[in-house]
Each structure stands twice: as structure tokens, then as C-alpha cells.
Nanobody, 120 residues
Framework: VPLVESGGGLVQAGGSLRLSCAAS????????MGWFRQAPGKEREFVAS????????NYADSVKGRFTISRDNAKNTVYLQMNSLQPEDTAVYYC??????????????WGRGTQVTVSS
């Protein structure tokens, strides 16, 4: 399932960005979706996930209270609102999707990623 991320860029510390992920070719309204990230020299890590009906949201401790995941099933799109960004949030952010409606770490499908750079 093609997943295409957008919305990355360069922002100063304390700023905000909103990432979007659109799915094409197949509806993902019945799939859990999420975001992972990979910083230079580090392993890929989980950021956030959302079940198909928005009934459960899951966040990494490092982003709780700053990032918000949401989805619009009519648009086949998931979002990641990132506030109070810090230099340690610098990474390539990947959109992911599961093959099931409920998954805390959806990872069956991956986008190509979008770069987020936070300057100090």
C-alpha cells in the first residue's frame, strides 16, 4: 500500500510542524496507522499510533504531551501534529499502517519518509 508523507522541513526549537500521510490505491480506514522515526546514527523508533476508529492512541514517552496523532478516514489520511519541537526530534519520520484495525505498533506498510530538522 503506497503511503506518502508530507509536511517535513526545517523548524527552530520550540516550533511546530504537521506531518500528513496519504494512502493511495487502497482504503486504510479499517487499519491502525502510525508514525516511526529514525535519527542519524540511531535505530528506528516508534512515535505514535492510532486505531482505525481513533479509540486508542499510543505515544512514545519522549513525545507525550507534545505530539498528537489523528486521522481522517474519509480522506484516507493520518496526521502528526508536532509542537514544542526540540533538536532531538530531528529525524526522518515514517508513516506506517497495519493490516489489522487494532495495533499499538503498526508496521506492515511503510512510507518513504519525510525529513524533520529542528535547529537549536
Amino acid at each position: 500500500v503506497p503511503l506518502v508523507e508530507s509536511g517535513g522541513g526545517l523548524v527552530q526549537a520550540g516550533g511546530s510542524l504537521r506531518l500528513s500521510c496519504a494512502a493511495s490505491g487502497r482504503t486504510l480506514s479499517s487499519s491502525a496507522m502510525g508514525w516511526f522515526r529514525q535519527a542519524p546514527g540511531k535505530e528506528r523508533e516508534f512515535v505514535a499510533s492510532i486505531t482505525w476508529n481513533r479509540g486508542r492512541l499510543n505515544y512514545a514517552d519522549s513525545v507525550k504531551g507534545r505530539f498528537t496523532i489523528s486521522r481522517d478516514n474519509a480522506k484516507n489520511t493520518v496526521y502528526l501534529q508536532m509542537n514544542s519541537l526540540q533538536p532531538e526530534d530531528t529525524a526522518v519520520y515514517y508513516c506506517t499502517a497495519a493490516t489489522t484495525p487494532y495495533s499499538d505498533y503498526p508496521s506492515e506498510y511503510w512510507g518513504r519518509g519525510t525529513q524533520v530538522t529542528v535547529s537549536s
